[in-house]
């Protein structure tokens, strides 16, 4: 993004808010005189516009768009083009639309400003030039914005070059967004992928053990892989309840211990108040997955798992603890920013799920809500998860269970 965006950016989002609330509270107020006056109806005209490019450049959003932006230059009649056709005209002299196009050809070819003469018979309409500007994103030409009038001042020239590069910041914005929705979506994706096929082969192998000397457990437990299976391949709602994510983990365990009986103990300490709390989708399975590997590597004697959720005032705090083998600092860290992973098939994928983990909880609650590892070698690994109970855009998605 160059500077000029950055500098109209910077500006909308702090200036916009407060105008708004000037609107609303000096309806009837003095706004400090005529410029003032003009500068908040320009902006304020702005962030109207704003929301039709949160999808980027398209027919719907230019349609909608284009009677501010027209607002916003004060010409006869604005259009917008994607490159292959129009997407929006906005003003009375639609006799004109099928020309805007071949208007916006030169520039969508050399990518500058173009300014040309408008052939028209009608004596009642007012439109004989046009200037045409280019709208981009990672200078790249997607687009065109054409101000139509009797004349083409310079004037009209800079304001339209200006508002173009305002319009570019709005689809750069969305162009941000869309691959943040898409990078989520991928690393569900992966995450899910992870789910070690080493697991699913041990549980049916476990539950096929069953069915001769106890086909009544056998049935419970294949129901109980059933579940967890579809919990983590379900595929609407990147949030869920944490009652929702500890009912799979403990079909999880369920599985596993039916697997390793007495060698693995779990414990569990869960706040009654906490359990509505919404979070990320699989933020919690991977932890425990790595607390059970780790718990029972290397050992003759069991290992013990503590799963913890507590309430800490505007916080959820949730800790998943095993007394295993431990690592060292350095490697957790490395692991985390995705510098290393852990030797073995199942520890790539424990290792990856951790990386996701931290790096979508930082992403959706910002870097303070990041994973929490407390670990030594032979000390065992403590993972703590902060949630807010409460946070704009997060709303928990119900799902099967």
Known sequence: MNVGIAVIVTLLLTWVPALVWLRRRGRGGDLGGPARRATFETLHTASRAAPAFRAGLTEQGAQKAARHLRALLGCAALAITDGERLLAWDGEHDHHTEEGPRHAEATLASGRTQVHDVVCDRLDC?????????????????????????????????????????????????????????????????????????????????????????????????????????????????????????????????????????????TLRIAPEVLPVAVPFLCLQPLVENAVRHGLQDRSEPGLITIVAEDAGSDCVISVDDDGIGMEPDDVRRLLSGESRPPGEDGDAAGIGLANVDGRLRQVYGDEYGLAVETGPGAGTKVTVRVPKYAPGVTASSGPL
């Not at 030409?141 to 800079?158: F, N």
């Open 126 to 266: 007012p439109i004989r030039r046009v200037v045409v500007v280019p709208l981009a994103t990672d200078d790249r030409v997607v687009g065109t914005l054409a101000a139509y009038g009797e004349e083409v001042p310079a004037g009209l020239i800079r304001a339209a070059e200006e508002v173009a590069q305002w319009v570019d910041a709005q689809l750069e914005l969305a162009e941000l967004d869309h691959s943040r929705t898409l990078l989520m979506e991928a690393e569900m994706r992966a995450l899910r992928a992870q789910i070690s096929p080493h697991f699913i082969y041990n549980s049916l192998t476990t539950i096929a053990s069953f069915v001769r000397s106890d086909p009544e457990r056998a049935r419970e437990l294949l129901l109980e892989f059933a579940g967890f299976t579809r919990y983590s391949f379900r595929r609407h709602g990147d949030f869920t309840t944490l009652a929702e994510e500890l009912r799979s983990i403990d079909r999880y365990l369920l599985l596993q211990r039916a697997r390793f009986g007495e060698q693995l103990r779990v």
